[in-house]
């Protein structure tokens, strides 16, 4: 109990800290842990993409994981994939705690054709973890946000990177075919390719809303 007392006073100075921080920064939170340089689990960076009274919308900074969308390739919709059922079961259990996965608020998530592909669009989801819709993107995203890093676990995993050491990543809403998903280039921009489901070289970028009342935070905020 003490150790969780002196938690929370850290996170309120660290607050009290970023208040000050220039209109236009990166703002950042650190909630929960996932392996990231090695086999070691390290606290995971957020990007602060949105934020009510009591809640925040958090995109992973850097591409956590590099997964295939579905393990068998076929035809597959969000709602069936197996990313989600991966963010939602494996990395929701791996990289929070039981505290934590309490903070995690359930998102009621739009997944229809917003990028126009005329594909199947399958059902609207409950999801605590996952994966930006194109339309989400285009409304949170800034150019600097778009393009990422991956982490070193991910690369192990097949990240493929560009020349500056960017990668592509997932999104939800459907592609191109029925077995390939959007996704951002490794340059910034929806990917203008198919890649197919079962590909394992496009990095994963969880987002989730979080409660952030001061009795339940346990995020560490800083600025970027």
């Known amino acids: ?57 958090l995109l ?18 969000w709602d069936q994939s197996d990313l989600r059922a991966w963010l939602n079961g494996g990395f929701l259990q791996t990289a929070f705690t039981t505290e934590e996965q309490e903070q995690i608020l359930f998102t009621d998530l739009d997944n229809s054709d917003v990028l126009g592909y005329g594909t199947p669009i399958g059902a ?22 778009r ?18 050491g960017q990668c592509a990543w997932w999104l939800r809403s459907p592609g191109m075919t029925p077995t390939s998903p959007a996704y951002f280039a490794s340059a910034g921009s929806i990917g203008s390719r198919a890649h197919e489901v079962d590909e394992t070289i496009i990095g994963v970028r969880p987002a989730l809303w979080i409660r952030t009342e001061a009795n339940a935070s346990t995020a560490k905020e800083g600025v970027q």
Not at 2 to 7: A, C, D, G, M, N
Not at 24 to 47: C, H, K, L, N
Not at 66 to 72: A, E, Q, R, Y
Not at 124 to 145: N, P
Request: hydrophobic share 40%.
């Open 1 to 57: 109990m003490k150790r969780i007392s002196l938690f929370l006073v850290s996170c309120m100075l660290m607050l009290c800290m970023t208040a000050s921080a220039e209109e236009g920064q990166m703002r950042t939170v650190y909630f929960g842990s996932f392996p990231q340089q090695g086999s070691d689990a390290e606290p995971i960076e957020w990007i602060v993409l949105d934020e009510t009274e009591d809640s925040m919308l």
């Open 60 to 77: 992973a900074k850097e591409c956590l994981a590099s997964l295939p969308w579905h393990n068998d390739h076929r035809a597959v919709t």
């Open 124 to 145: 609207d989801t409950r999801d605590r973890v996952f994966l930006l819709s194109g339309m989400e993107s285009q409304t949170y995203l800034s150019d600097a946000i």
């Open 147 to 164: 393009t990422v890093t991956p982490t070193r676990y991910a690369i192990i995993q097949g990240a493929y990177t560009n020349s500056a």
